[in-house]
């Protein structure tokens, strides 16, 4: 008896495990996707495909468009007009001139008047009334009433939003967390943000605003508590209490990911520690921050990927991008993402795994891996 109930369990935990995610590709004209072993999942045989989320992925037959599920079998019929992507149980589509949501059985979920329909996003979907934004949550429940003129995406559970040209950042469950008092605004990371405030560029640190001194450019913090800044014409790095902690003297910059920071110096890129060092010589024509598998995209004419001691470890023979055509990427992401790279080479795309070979085979178009 405890044996069955062991296999009971263990049957019950795999059938609500995640799908693995999945590549959208394209081979011989048609849409199928590859695993992240390099093996069809789905062979290709749609037209017109989109990348999968949360579970589902968009297929066009017949001119309408429908969902399948991991199997590739068809589980809400090819009815509509025109599809979104899954967010929070729900995907916004078009049908009969209308647009509406679905959940993931196909039906046609309500939702409170708005102007447009807009996405969810991680639990939230903004509403438009009388040319003011809200939000309203996934039981269809307006959480906050429309009053702003823009809210921007959320990011990391907080959003830039603009009343009468101020701009401030509330939270999902639409709270000020700061003032929508200021002339620009950043992200929110670590209850921080960049502002301008008025002439005054500087940083709102718990509400509020600390000016720095002749800044006229702020960068938003992205994964380390450092980010960069431009003073007469000259970038360096800042933190989070808006001291300098490499003072201005480059001419670009980009962000510090892993320690590393790429850097332009004498019409060259290299790399900097959090000490302002150059620990990478400026060799490169162009270059990205580090993933987290320790490899940052290099530039001559191609790009290829160097390790963190500067050494190339994959040949400059690629294009390389942040997404596809159907991407779902916010960020600009490019180079190693969860594991593999999509790039271009010779008129292919495909995926590179961080010792540089090949995942599979080339494609006439490969998406980034989606659940």
């Known amino acids: 008896m405890k044996k069955v109930f062991i296999l009971l369990l263990l049957c019950i935990q795999f059938g609500n495990a995640q799908s693995p995610a999945v590549a959208l590709v394209k081979k011989d004209g048609k849409f199928g996707y590859i695993t992240k072993e390099g093996k069809f999942s789905i062979e290709p045989k749609f037209n017109v ?197 490499i003072e201005p003297k480059f001419d670009k910059a980009r962000a510090f990911v892993k320690n590393l920071a790429p850097v332009y110096v004498g019409k060259k890129w290299g790399y900097i520690n959090t000490k302002g060092t150059l620990v990478i010589e400026p060799i490169f024509e162009d270059a990205e921050v580090f993933s987290k598998e320790g490899l940052a995209p290099v530039k001559d004419k191609k790009w290829g990927f160097i390790n963190e001691a500067g050494k190339l470890v994959i040949p400059q023979q690629y294009d390389i991008t942040a997404g596809g055509i159907f991407a779902l990427f916010k960020d600009d992401e490019k180079g190693f993402v969860d594991g593999f790279a999509r790039v271009k080479n010779e008129k292919k795309w495909g995926f590179l795994k961080p010792n540089g070979e090949v995942l599979g085979e080339w494609f006439q178009n490969a998406e980034p891996f989606q659940k």
């Open 49 to 245: 495909a989109k990348n999968f989320s949360e579970g589902l992925a968009a297929v066009e037959e017949n001119g309408k468009w429908g969902f399948i599920d991991s199997k590739g079998s068809l589980v809400i019929p090819a009815t509509f007009d025109e599809v979104k992507y899954f967010n929070s149980g729900y995907c916004v589509v078009l049908k009969d001139k209308k647009w509406q949501y679905i959940n993931k059985k196909g039906e046609t979920v309500s939702s409170p008047n708005s102007d447009k329909i807009f996405d969810f996003e991680d639990g939230v979907a903004f509403i438009r009334q009388n040319n003011k934004v809200g939000l309203i949550n996934t039981k269809m429940t307006i959480i906050l009433e429309p009053k702003y003129d823009v809210i921007k995406s959320f990011e990391n559970g907080f959003a830039r939003v603009k009343n009468n040209e101020r701009w401030g950042i509330i939270d999902k469950t639409g709270k000020a967390v700061v003032e929508i008092i200021y002339d620009e605004i950043g992200n929110y990371f670590k209850n921080t943000t960049w502002a301008k405030n008025g002439s005054a560029f500087g940083l709102v640190i718990a509400g509020k605003f600390k000016a720095i001194d002749g800044v006229d450019k702020i960068w938003d913090f992205l994964s380390q508590d450092l980010t960069y800044a431009r003073k007469n014409d000259k970038i360096g790095f800042i933190d989070l209490k808006g001291n300098w902690v």
